[in-house]
């Protein structure tokens, strides 16, 4: 049986046929012109699927990644920055129309366990993929399946409380894992420290031509961003203890998150030895499509 991945993101959809060890037989990118609406997206992403269908020429199964999570009690989406998805019967609708059966789950899911059978986790039992871009999530993968526990909130990293009382988030709460490492409140706590407004790329690219205030200002900013890193991580890893840890989004390109971040991490776990691998991934943002057909 050959596999079809579908990758639904903000700007665009892909798809993947692949066969079963894995040849990629098609790949296709469309737009998903999500200022069109719901209905719109369903019927790009069904067109898709049967593209794909026809190319395959033999049954294939289906998976889709999505940006939010399918609630166990409802079967629709939630907690997904797409937000014309947000208590919509997605997996239903699509299955409905192609009339075959589909495998749904979030993109730090599908993030796991495509770095886990194809990436840099393969060979590991308990592995945590970590997404670390606009937003904070994490997905587990115990002997090659998903694990998403009774609520499909398993791997929420991102909303544990870091400090009470602490930073507003969009959840609703305060002090969450995400309003301290994700890109946007990186770059906003540099422009609280210094004033400026810059893409996290330039803080980072930047940083070895400031001079003096600026570079003791560099250093606080990065001392913070370390230390939050490494107790943010080292909780997952007391209560998880998995056999290697993925990186992966825009912030995971940072090199001092493989040495300084190692050490901050490793610091803060609850255990006198710690070897837990901290891999950068090798996917990319092809994850997502690769880590749908393996649903």
């Known amino acids: 049986m050959n596999k079809i991945g579908i990758d639904l993101g903000g700007t665009k959809i892909e798809g993947i046929l692949i066969d079963i060890s894995g040849r ?3 790949r296709k990118r469309i737009l998903t012109k999500r200022d069109d609406g719901y209905k719109s997206i369903v019927k790009r992403i069904v067109s898709l699927i049967k593209e794909l269908q026809n190319i395959s020429k033999i049954d294939a ?46 993109d730090a899911n599908c993030f796991a366990i495509a770095e886990a059978k194809l990436g840099a986790a393969q060979g590991h039992n308990v592995v945590f993929g970590v997404i670390i871009g606009t937003g904070v999530g994490g997905g587990i993968v115990i002997n090659g399946k998903v694990h998403q526990g009774r609520m499909a909130i398993a791997g929420e990293w991102g909303h544990h409380t870091l400090y009470p009382n602490g930073n507003q988030c969009y959840c609703g709460r305060k002090g969450c894992v995400e309003t301290y490492i994700s890109g946007p409140s990186l770059e906003k706590r540099w422009t609280e420290l210094t004033g400026e407004i ?97 649903l």
């Open 61 to 106: 199964s289906i998976g889709v990644c999505t940006p939010g999570a399918i609630s166990p009690q409802t079967g629709r989406i939630k907690n997904s920055n797409t937000v014309c998805l947000i208590g919509q019967p997605l997996k239903e609708d699509i299955k409905q129309q192609i009339n075959h059966q589909i495998k749904m789950d979030n």
């Open 198 to 294: 810059k893409p996290l790329k330039h803080i980072i690219t930047e940083s070895g031509q400031l001079l003096y205030d600026k570079k003791k200002l560099y250093s606080k900013w990065k001392s913070e961003f370390i230390s939050n890193f490494g107790i943010a991580l080292a909780n997952v890893i007391d209560i998880l203890d998995p056999d290697a840890i993925v990186l992966g989004g825009g912030v995971s390109n940072i090199d001092f998150l493989y040495n300084e971040g190692i050490k901050s991490v490793y610091k803060n776990v609850f255990s006198d030895q710690v070897d837990t691998p901290l891999l950068k991934n090798n996917l990319g943002d092809s994850a997502g499509v690769f880590g749908a057909a393996y």
């Open 24 to 26: 990629v037989i098609e």
